[in-house]
T-cell receptor, first 116, second 113 residues
Framework: DAGVTQSPTHLIKTRGQQVTLRCSPK?????VSWYQQALGQGPQFIFQ???????QRGNFPDRFSGHQFPNYSSELNVNALLLGDSALYLC???????????????FGEGSWLTVV | DAKTTQPPSMDCAEGRAANLPCNHS???????VYWYRQIHSQGPQYIIH???NNETNEMASLIITEDRKSSTLILPHATLRDTAVYYC??????????????FGTGTLLAVQP
């Protein structure tokens, strides 16, 4: 059973360009969240997708957008890249629960984005 | 937004128990405590989680104080491969299934031979 898979693993972009990162959740998981981890810091929540809708968003500008497809996979898009967007972008997946409850959330290995 | 505080680094001798503390004094009643670790900036690896009761699995034990304002992650017999950054995390719920993880700054655990 494949876990959370992300692509690409590494990429380099120029300031002002746009980037798309992809995530396939663990088999059967229907909820996908994205996190940004700058060097030396803990991951920061960007947004969460469930039923193809953005359900919750962290403190990130509108340049960050996403999408979830019917097969639960997801994309993260970042427009007008800035040097400060250089980071490890992590995708996390889990089952949605009808009630607030604890379950295991699985992370992918991440996509390293360098903006030059 | 920060919900947890952790010491920046700790050392532990190989074979001994590693006890990693975490303060989460502003945690709400329905918010869970999670622990993950990260090695060489790979993806975070799940360790354990709990709400009120102490929890144990094959990797670790989680001890949560009765007032839920702090917790301790215990690795019973640390090995060199346990050297990593350990994150104490609060999972916040917004109604239904919507939720997010709030990471702390992490503790770098160095297991010494």
């Amino acid at each position: 059973d494949a876990g959370v898979t992300q692509s690409p693993t590494h990429l380099i972009k120029t300031r002002g360009q746009q980037v798309t990162l992809r995530c396939s959740p663990k088999s059967g998981h229907d909820t996908v969240s994205w996190y940004q981890q700058a060097l030396g810091q803990g991951p920061q929540f960007i947004f969460q997708y469930y039923e193809e809708e953005e359900r919750q968003r962290g403190n990130f500008p509108d340049r960050f957008s996403g999408h979830q497809f019917p097969n639960y996979s997801s994309e993260l898009n970042v427009n007008a890249l800035l040097l400060g967007d250089s980071a490890l972008y992590l995708c996390a997946s889990s089952y949605a629960l009808a009630e607030s409850s604890g379950n295991t959330i699985y992370f992918g290995e991440g996509s390293w984005l360098t903006v030059v | 937004d920060a919900k947890t505080t952790q010491p920046p680094s700790m050392d532990c001798a190989e074979g001994r128990a590693a006890n990693l503390p975490c303060n989460h004094s502003t945690i709400s009643g329905n918010e869970y405590v999670y622990w993950y670790r990260q090695i060489h900036s790979q993806g975070p690896q799940y360790i354990i989680h709990g709400l009120k009761n102490n929890e144990t699995n094959e990797m670790a034990s989680l001890i949560i104080t009765e007032d839920r304002k702090s917790s301790t992650l215990i690795l019973p017999h640390a090995t060199l491969r346990d050297t990593a950054v350990y994150y104490c995390i609060v999972r916040v719920f917004y109604g239904g299934a919507t939720n997010k993880l709030i990471f702390g700054t992490g503790t770098l655990l160095a297991v010494q031979p």
